[in-house]
């Protein structure tokens, strides 16, 4: 209020601003977390003023008032108000409590905190009583706790002690000769001491006890200084003789001089720069002191406090800082479920996973962005590791070479039958099919290239249908090659009509066609209905993003995955049909030992699919495809180019009319 330049123009003072004490006050809370605080205050101006300034900028530090009591003026009946102020601090269960009262007020509240033996608190107390020896010389007062508190800060003035112990001296000596008086009644001096205590204890030597006389001798010396100034003093002769209030007043706004090594001027408030001291009660026995424990600066705001040189009265020892709390902090990840009206007082609760405590906001867990994720009790979200067959990854590499080696398999095998095309083997393959089928798998094998790398919208189309049609048309020429050389040795015979009209009439090429036809159809329209997408699935693991292709198991494929289960089942049965044929016509083994390495390579596939999304699945996929290549290659290829690279006289027409004959004579 006084430091309002448009109610007080000329107002300047050389202690610091109570505003200043309040910031002073709530730094000390800040820098002992003492958070759980009782806030008492005298019925005056003084400490009203600064009960209402603390309250209003205590929640910005987080500190929580659990109880604010004004002390009245001691009378009697205010007796009962007091002591019900004493039981609602030990209500409240607070063990910081914070006085912003003058001396004369908190002195006569302190006999009721005795009387209920509280002990073990910490005492914040202002400029105005705790450097003050009319507190300190209650009786008893020590057994109250710690007391912290802010003190002006002070200068020795050179010689003032040794005037100060003359005047004492010399008024006893008056007293004496002029009232025949040897000792004064006990109340009638200051602070209910007589002259003769307050030498022989050498009140006036203590230094706390002369804090207002060195700041009137900073006002002193500003206005002095101002005088100097108006007067134009600076040559050594004053150019005027007198000088007006008015005058004045812009001299004093712009003093600057130093004193006792402390600088004096006036901030546009007319508030000094200067803080407070930091000041604890230090008890041996019964004899009282104060000591200096820290210091705290406005501008900037600043608080230095050794803790170590305040002697703390705690029920453990006297070295560890008393705890105000409401409630302990929480845990690392723990959010803080508020209990009651004060924000201080909560139950700690964990963030669950996916989310984490944002420091700004303690009382809430936040969700985690989607790419991202969190172990519970988190106070920050990591990324998620992403998932696919990287082109560099050495298991990508190991396939990309298992993919090269069947892709020669099928060339080679494709180049030898294509040379031996018209032998007896290349024809009792399929002729012309066996390119076909050999084309089939080469395509299925490249298909597994749309597996390696983020999936892209065209990898993502041709991935599942290019394998399927492809290995379907495979699986449809050993179908119809079976079927035609069992006809031809079991239904000839008996149903010449209707096979010779099949044969002549292209029945196989077209059979073949019409069954692939089927099946591109199907993956045509699923594809058409329901685009495969790139996409990330964030729920199969919390802490990881499959990248793949949507629509991986849908209805589509569903009826894709069974349009080829029913023509292996086909195949195999044509196949099985002809178990009794001649060795050279006799595909069940091969084909049978193909269908059941394809089958198990992806009931294998899927089986892991359900379970697990890791690289190694989608390793798993490019193998099982690869793999059931390599076994149609194995189980009905390999055996034939054998006869036709090593076992050349095997690959004769006699040798098949031989084998046929036999078959006939044994049948």
């Not at 004064?184 to 204890?201: G, I, R």
């Not at 720069?273 to 009282?288: A, H, K, L, Q």
């Not at 420091?359 to 985690?368: A, G, H, N, R, V």
């Not at 997408?533 to 292709?549: A, G, M, R």
Request: aromatic share 10%.
């Amino acid at each position: 209020m006084l430091s309002n330049k448009f109610l007080y123009p000329s107002f300047f003072r050389t202690i610091p601003s109570d505003k200043n004490q309040v910031t002073a006050m709530i730094q000390l809370l800040v820098r002992f977390n003492w958070t759980w605080v009782a806030l008492l205050g005298s019925d005056n101006d003084y400490g009203l003023q600064g009960m209402q300034s603390l309250s209003q900028q205590a929640p910005n530090h987080g500190i929580c008032i659990a109880y604010q009591g004004i002390i009245p003026a001691a009378r009697a009946e205010k007796v009962q108000t007091m002591r019900n102020m004493v039981e609602n601090i030990l209500t409240t269960k607070v063990n910081t409590i914070v006085v912003f009262s003058s001396k004369t007020i908190f002195h006569d509240f302190l006999p009721f905190v005795l009387e209920r033996n509280i002990t073990d608190k910490v005492w914040i107390g202002t400029e105005d009583w705790s450097p003050s020896t009319f507190i300190s010389g209650i009786p008893g007062i020590n057994t109250i706790g710690t007391v912290v508190g802010v003190s002006v800060q002070d200068a020795s003035i050179s010689g003032f002690l040794d005037f100060q112990k003359k005047e004492v001296e010399e008024s006893i000596k008056h007293i004496k000769e002029d009232f025949g008086v040897t000792k004064s009644s006990p109340n009638d001096c200051l602070q209910s001491a007589d002259l003769h205590t307050l030498v022989s204890k050498n009140y006036s030597m203590d230094e706390y006890d002369t804090t207002s006389s060195f700041n009137v001798y900073k006002a002193v010396y500003a206005m002095a200084y101002a005088l100097h100034n108006s007067l134009g003093c600076d040559s050594g002769k004053c150019s005027r003789r007198s000088v007006t209030p008015q005058e004045l007043l812009p001299s004093l706004k712009k003093v600057r001089f130093s004193l006792s090594n402390s600088s004096v001027y006036f901030d546009a408030n007319g508030d000094p720069p200067t803080g407070y001291d930091i000041v604890s009660w230090v008890w041996r026995g019964t004899e009282w002191s104060l000591r200096v424990v820290g210091s705290f600066t406005p501008d900037p705001v600043r608080l230095f406090v050794d803790p170590d040189r305040i002697q703390w009265h705690g029920k453990e020892d006297f070295k560890s800082v008393p705890v105000s709390l409401c409630s302990p902090p929480c845990p690392k990840g723990h959010r803080k479920l508020l209990t009651g009206q004060h924000t201080c007082c909560f139950d700690c609760l964990p963030c669950p996973a996916a989310t984490f405590l944002n420091l700004s906001d303690p009382t809430e867990c936040q969700p985690c962005l989607p790419e991202q994720w969190a172990p519970p009790t988190s106070e920050q979200c990591l990324s998620r590791t992403v998932l696919l067959l990287a082109w560099d990854d050495p298991l990508s590499i190991a396939l990309l070479f298992f993919l090269t080696t069947c892709l020669l398999l099928t060339s080679s095998t494709a180049v030898i039958l294509l040379v031996n095309l018209n032998t007896p083997v290349a024809k009792s393959a399929g002729g012309r099919t066996c390119l076909l089928m050999l084309a089939a798998l080469t395509a299925a094998a490249l298909s597994t290239l749309c597996h390696f790398g983020e999936p892209t919208p065209l990898g993502c189309i041709l991935k599942q249908p290019l394998f399927t049609v492809s290995f379907s048309v495979c699986l449809a020429c050993i179908t119809v090659r079976s079927l035609q050389v069992v006809c031809i040795f079991k239904f000839s015979s008996k149903l010449p009509p209707a096979y010779d009209k099949w044969v002549k009439k292209s029945g196989p090429e077209v059979t073949i066609f019409l069954v692939s036809v089927a099946i591109l159809f199907i993956s045509v329209l699923r594809v058409s209905l329901d685009t495969p997408q790139p996409s990330q699935d964030l729920d199969f693991y919390p802490d990881k993003i499959v990248l793949e292709c949507s629509k991986t198991l849908s209805v589509g494929s569903g009826v894709e995955l069974a349009y080829v289960s029913l023509l292996s089942v086909l195949c195999f049965s044509f196949s099985y049909m002809g178990k009794d044929l001649p060795a050279n016509y006799n595909e069940a083994k091969c084909v049978t030992f193909s269908l059941m390495v394809y089958k198990i390579s992806w009931i294998s596939f899927f089986t892991l699919y359900l379970i697990n999304r890791e690289t190694f699945t989608m390793a798993a996929q490019v193998f099982a495809t690869l793999f059931s290549v390599l076994a149609f290659i194995g189980g009905y290829f390999v055996p034939k180019i054998y006869i036709i690279v090593l076992r050349p006289k095997m690959n004769t027409t006699a040798h098949f009319q031989n084998c046929i004959q036999m078959y006939t004579m044994n049948k």
